[in-house]
Nanobody
Framework: QVQLVESGGGLVQPGGSLRLSCAASGFPFSNAVMRWYRQAPGKERELVASIGAITLYGDSVKGRFTISRDNAKNTVFLQMNTLKPEDTAVYFC???????????WGQGTQVTVSS
């Protein structure tokens, strides 16, 4: 059974930092492309960062966010620095397995950036 469990969200002031974690199980983690998406109220879900053979970032987070993974612990991280109110959203962990074209999603974790 595939599980993606996000943690680390919360309320932070503008300019602050948060580190999200996503613990994965039930699939070959090292073979997966791991991604973070976010969705703000009234907006479409957008890709924040992706890590696989290459690492990619959305334009709005480049230079502020860093995605990383620990294959030994089946965990992917998102370090978020210099947070802005427009970063407020529910952040979702996603695993994509190219071999069978499967996509898996976590339940999401809320990040709120506000003074």
């Amino acid at each position: 059974q595939v599980q993606l469990v996000e943690s680390g969200g919360g309320l932070v002031q503008p300019g602050g930092s948060l580190r999200l974690s996503c613990a994965a199980s039930g699939f070959p983690f090292s073979n997966a492309v791991m991604r973070w998406y976010r969705q703000a109220p009234g907006k479409e879900r957008e890709l924040v960062a992706s890590i696989g053979a290459i690492t990619l970032y959305g334009d709005s987070v480049k230079g502020r966010f860093t995605i990383s993974r620990d294959n030994a612990k089946n965990t992917v991280f998102l370090q978020m620095n210099t947070l802005k109110p427009e970063d407020t959203a529910v952040y979702f962990c996603n695993a994509y397995l190219p071999r069978n074209n499967n996509n898996y999603w976590g339940q999401g974790t809320q990040v709120t950036v506000s003074s």
